[in-house]
């Protein structure tokens, strides 16, 4: 079993900054897809970024066409920790962003039913 806990949402104007970190129990971090969805009220989940493993340390790094250039997504296997550095944020990034992991490699990390574990959710507002 696997337990995500989100932090570091919050209020910021647009083209600030924020740093979302995602802390992870369990043994086996490093082997699992991570990824990060956002869900704005009245839409359905959708894909924010994703690390996928490849094999031993390697990984590859996917995003959504809509951050593409503004958002980060990294990890830290030491701390069981993922992170998602945001910055030009934009007004329609507000929603409660999530934090995911698959413990099975694989093609479809940007479909929210792929993965195993899901963390509680935390808000990100960007005011204009």
């Known amino acids: 079993q696997v337990q995500l806990v989100e932090s570091g949402g919050g209020l910021v104007q647009a083209g600030g900054s924020l740093r979302l970190s995602c802390a992870a129990s369990g043994r086996t971090f490093s082997s699992y897809d991570m990824g990060w969805f956002r869900q704005a009220p009245g839409k359905e989940r959708e894909f924010v970024a994703a690390?996928?493993?490849?094999?031993?340390?390697?990984?590859?790094?996917y995003y959504a066409d809509s951050v593409k250039g503004r958002f980060t997504i990294s990890r830290d296997n030491a701390k069981n920790t993922v992170y998602l550095q945001m910055n030009s944020l934009k007004p329609e990034d507000t929603a409660v962003y999530y934090c995911?992991?698959?413990?099975?490699?694989?093609?479809?990390?940007?479909?929210?039913?792929?993965?195993?574990?899901w963390g509680q959710g935390t808000q990100v507002t960007v005011s204009s």
């Open positions: 995911a992991a698959d413990r099975n490699s694989g093609s479809y990390y940007y479909v929210p039913h792929e993965y195993d574990y």
């Open positions: 690390l996928r493993w490849i094999g031993g340390y390697t990984y590859y790094t």
